[in-house]
């Protein structure tokens, strides 16, 4: 070969590798770090492509079609964990690493209290960026998630007050399951044997924990207020509860006011018109009054049954008769106080 021909070859070679490698420095770029940090969100189902263009509009990467291309390319675009991180731009690579198990999506630890209704719990989750409106329509419309045990037509009273951490990309479905789970964790067989030997359902049994758990200033009361309603119910007297008045008008029970007819309202869940058991829950009980409805105080030493009580000056007063909660109502409630 001519030395001309020789030395056009050798040009275009190394020409050749030239380009090459300005192509895959530029590739190298392209997937390199940005310096950016960014939450972001990888929905469900979110294919490759629409990862990468995610990240690229958080400014993770300078092109998310070459990271879309390494992603289907290394077969890591098949193995995407959806959820919300917390990122840095710190290379394709790692990214595509951090997005395929490296790196936990972030997640949010909520408690819920005792004795608060589905519409606050609704509230606390919309608070920490859940869908709390889609949780609130599911209790109320709850469909096939709904227990045979409930009776009701929502789930008000079966949605267990603990704490619970949840992914953020939960869905009101996962959230409610998560709850109607740790209900059922409490019916355990010696609770489902007490159960029976009380003769009440699981509805039942929920609804008065319910009604226990707004009326008690303390867990130590919770035991004689559910054997003073128990031994209402016996007798078929009303239970007079003030706080199933105040969920029929959905009122806070400070807000209730007898010179405003609260107290006549006309329904189902007022007990002081209505006999009996309000037709659901007022609210979602805890472990403490579920137990004190089975285990409940209904006697004094005497032997004679509670019928009536009342708090005033920071403690519970019980009474077996009417004339005595009157005479001590006047004692303790209405009386002066001292100078």
């Not at 895959?24 to 492509?49: H, K, M, N, Q």
């Not at 999506?105 to 589905?118: D, I, K």
């Not at 004190?292 to 403690?315: M, T």
Request: glycine residues 10%; without cysteine; proline residues 8%.
């Amino acid at each position: 070969m001519p030395e001309g021909s020789r030395n056009w070859l050798r040009r275009g070679v190394v020409a050749l590798f030239l380009t090459f490698l300005l192509l895959l420095l530029y590739a190298l770029w392209l997937l390199g770090p940005t310096g950016r940090e960014a939450v972001v969100r990888i929905p469900r189902g979110a294919t490759g492509a629409e990862v990468a263009r995610i990240l690229e509009e958080a400014g993770l990467l300078r092109s998310g079609h070459a990271f879309s291309a390494y992603l289907r390319f290394s077969g890591r675009a098949k193995r995407l964990v959806p959820g919300v991180y917390r990122l840095k731009g710190e290379g394709a690579f790692r990214l595509a690493r951090a997005l395929t198990g490296g790196v936990k999506p972030l997640s949010v630890t909520l408690t819920f209290p005792e004795g608060e209704r589905a519409v606050d719990y609704a509230r606390r989750l919309s608070q920490a960026g859940l869908d709390g409106e889609g949780f609130l329509r599911l209790v109320e419309r709850p469909g096939t998630l709904k227990p045979p045990y409930v009776e009701g037509r929502t789930l008000e009273g079966y949605l267990f007050p603990a704490t619970y951490t949840f992914d953020l990309l939960a869905t009101p479905e996962e959230v409610v399951r998560a709850m109607l789970r740790r209900f059922e964790a409490e019916l355990t067989p010696p609770v489902q044997r007490l159960l029976e030997e009380r003769g009440l359902s699981v509805h039942a049994w929920v609804t008065l924990a319910s009604i226990v758990e707004k009326e008690a200033g303390s867990a130590e009361e919770m035991p004689y207020i559910a054997g003073v309603f128990l031994n209402r119910l016996e007798r078929g007297m009303p239970l007079q509860a003030d706080p199933t008045v105040a969920y029929a008008l959905g009122k806070r029970l400070p807000e209730l006011s007898r010179e405003a007819g609260d107290f006549q309202v006309d329904s189902p869940y007022n007990t002081y018109r209505y006999g009996g058991l309000p037709p659901g829950p007022i609210a979602n009980p805890g472990q403490k009054a579920l137990l004190a409805v089975l285990n409940p105080v209904r006697q004094d030493e005497r032997g004679r049954p509670y019928l009536y009580f009342f708090h005033a000056q920071g403690r519970l007063y019980l009474n077996v008769d009417f004339a005595g909660h009157l005479r001590d109502l006047a004692r303790y409630r209405y009386a002066s106080p001292p100078p």
